[in-house]
């Protein structure tokens, strides 16, 4: 008689020494064990253990009684052999790792995003909780969910899967990211930021420009140029003449002034303390990234200088000026000289400058993009802080905070 193949399903409240009882009895029938799963949420137990028998024989009879002892929910189900062979062959492809950040109540994004799933034949088969659940006790504070699903199934038109998501995301109002469950995935080791209006709430460019009393005029042209309607090179060089004439000593308070958008700071002490190396690529100012730099602990800082003779900016550019081609030129020769694939990285912008980068990248994020920038990138965070970037990389909150050494304290909830 030929092995039968089985899948024993059980749920119910978890019970100490359940698993190693179902063990012995598989082990005393000759079977062999082919998968499992197992989720435990508030002490309720969800169990799935797929055998290959010889003979059934009392196997389920003794199956049965064990889970009638412990007061469990038990459903023994026999798999043709075609299915299994199905289900072996969908071994061999990534999965889909899909994340959902919900700010607020959760129900309307995961209804949405369960919809949406089925509509597209995929299954959702497991559910991974990143974020810790709210106490009562603050209840007044917004709460967060992340949660990661991992998909399986044929999924025919990633593009049109990826755009029905962007759009119940901008309905609804939630964060969420699409990834293969790759090696790559699971190793990244750059990640690298764009400055202005990414890692800084600022435009540095408009802030100097104000300063020096041509504001209207830098920030027409800025605006012009993160839409994608001029050429950055050309735009730079009309700001930067724009310029002429103003003390470089504005440019250090300017830098001092800065403010990190919310979460760079949590993200960057937390990507350091797990090995990471972190990139400011910048169509910005050299100095402001070193600054950065020295404040945050960034390895390499590229961006663009300008000419200064007598304490006064010339409005000339020193070298070449960094642009969108350029930015992803320097994330490749950075991930060269770290010895790492560009599948291990992370790039993160804002502007259509910032599109080239993010597409080279092996996780391109735009954060709080503009229109052009979210429609194109892969991945998108609208509703979140920066170090919502930890849970696309699959960090819980427990890991964040025994990084951050955060562990029993209150949380900002940056996230």
Known sequence: MADEIILISISGRDKPGLMAALMELIVDAGANVLDMGQAVIHDELALGILVQVPELGTLTDDITAQCHKVGSALRITLVENDNYELLSQGFSQSPLILTVLSQGRGGEPLKAVSNLTRRHDLNIDTVRRLTKPQPKAEA??????????????????SEAFQADLLRIADDIGFDFSVQRDTVFRRNRRLVAFDMDSTLITEEVMDELAKRHGVGDQVIAITEDAMAGRIDFKESFRRRAMLLKGMPDSVLHEVAEAVVLNNGADKLIRALKHFGYRVALLSGGFQYVGEY????????????????????????????????????????????????????????????????PM????????????????????QHAISNFGLDAILYLIGFSDLDIEQALGTSGQKDSHSA
């Open 140 to 157: 007044e504070i917004t709460p967060r969910l992340c949660l990661e699903m991992r998909l399986s199934g044929n999924l025919q038109n």
């Open 292 to 355: 950065l730099s020295n404040r945050l602990g960034i390895d390499y800082v590229y961006a663009n200088e300008l000419s200064v003779v007598d304490g006064k900016m010339t409005g000339e550019v020193v070298g070449d000026i960094v642009d969108a081609e350029g930015k992803a030129t320097l994330l490749k020769d950075i991930a060269v000289r770290e010895g790492i694939m560009l599948e291990q990285t992370i790039a993160v912008g804002d502007g259509a400058n910032d599109l």
């Open 358 to 377: 993010l597409s080279q990248a092996g996780l391109g994020v735009a954060y709080h993009a503009k229109s052009v920038v979210k429609e194109s990138a």
